[in-house]
């Protein structure tokens, strides 16, 4: 039986801790999701198994055999200052990451989890397909690039607990929110990994190719990844639905400091206990024994910025130790001008 005043409980609850949307939907298979994961298996064969990992994400009864309900819940990120000197190098999305544990959003999240435990719900935490979710629960809408836009823009964060127990559920909102002659964040991109609308290669996006590799991007696509040192916003940054959409409110906690040696110099110049404490507390998706690509991004940066006084920290890197710094130093080295004096 239905307990329609629980799905309202835990909507209230929700609101009442902070977040901006919550919306409750079954916890069946996302045949919507894996369908689109098909499409794009067929269509970017060469991205196949980077696709086929994310399959687990559409069956919420393979993580939680108890499955019944999906609680989403969006949190607004849009509302931090960010330090102009961080534009282009880092996406927003993790300058100011609400699953750092010292962030207002972390603990928001522990708190809810807290309540819905103490509510007598067994949950499982962000083991379903979180943009499917939102878009099942009716608090989001697909954009022709992947994200899910709320009122917020898509300057937005998701969470998902799948909970044992059946309650009210929301209406969908299956339509994409763009206008249909937009083109905007598909003619941005880069790479062209963004190919048509809902309709992107994620073996060429820029986000993957600064942190999920483990080996250096092709020769041919090393000029197109600017200077990006980890994740990308152009297609966000272009879309007319996301503007006026960030608001600089508050301050994230430390990223002033942080900014201040998130630099290509400093970068360039640290060594890897440094890194190792100040750069992958933040920034953990690249990982403690691949610091090799850290400095490879910074290498590659400073060639795509053309700025010429970079040779003196590029050309030390051309006799490193690691062969792909090494690789990366010669390429960025010819690109600003092996003659430079």
Not at 89 to 99: F, H, I, S
Not at 120 to 135: E, I, Q, S
Not at 243 to 265: A, C, H, M, V, Y
Not at 278 to 296: F, G, V
Request: glycine content about 8%; hydrophobic content about 35%; aromatic content about 12%.
């Amino acid at each position: 039986m239905v307990d329609h005043g629980f799905s309202s409980m835990i909507k209230d609850k929700a609101m009442a801790l902070g977040f901006s949307f919550c919306g409750i939907s079954n916890a069946s298979r996302f045949e919507e999701f894996i369908e689109n994961v098909d499409k794009r298996i067929a269509h970017f064969p060469e991205s196949k198994g980077l696709y086929e990992k994310l399959m687990q994400y559409g069956y919420p009864e393979k993580s939680a055999e108890w499955a019944k309900s999906i609680i989403t819940c969006i949190s607004r990120y849009g509302k931090f200052r960010i330090p102009p000197s961080l534009r282009n190098l880092v996406g927003k999305y993790y300058l100011v990451d609400g699953r750092l544990p010292y962030s207002q959003e972390y603990a928001i999240c522990q708190q809810f989890e807290a309540w819905l435990r103490g509510m007598g719900l067994r949950t499982c935490k962000d083991v379903v397909t979180a943009r499917w979710a939102a878009v099942r629960a009716g608090i989001g809408q697909f954009g022709k690039n992947n994200f899910i836009f709320t009122s917020h823009g898509s300057w937005i964060r998701m969470h998902t607990w799948v909970i044992d127990r059946e309650t009210e559920y929301d209406q969908p909102s299956l339509s994409t929110v763009c206008p249909e002659d937009c083109t905007r964040c598909i003619d941005v991109c880069p790479t062209q990994a963004l190919e048509g609308p809902m309709l992107m290669n994620y073996g060429d996006c820029i986000a993957r190719l600064t942190y999920r590799v483990s080996s250096l991007p092709p020769v041919g696509m090393r000029g197109k990844l600017g200077t990006w040192l980890y994740g990308c916003d152009l297609c966000q940054d272009v879309c007319p639905l996301n503007r006026n959409r960030w608001e600089e409110e508050g301050e994230f906690p430390g990223l002033d400091d942080f900014s201040k040696i998130l630099t290509l110099e400093s970068l360039a110049e640290m060594d890897d206990d440094s890194f190792i404490q100040t750069i992958y507390p933040k920034l953990w998706y690249i990982e403690k024994d691949q610091l090799w690509l850290w400095r490879c991004n910074v290498l590659r940066a400073m060639a795509n910025s053309k700025n010429k006084d970079y040779i003196h920290h590029i050309r030390p890197a051309l006799k490193h130790s690691n062969e792909n710094i090494r690789e990366m130093a010669a390429w960025a080295y010819e690109r600003l001008g092996s003659t430079h004096g």
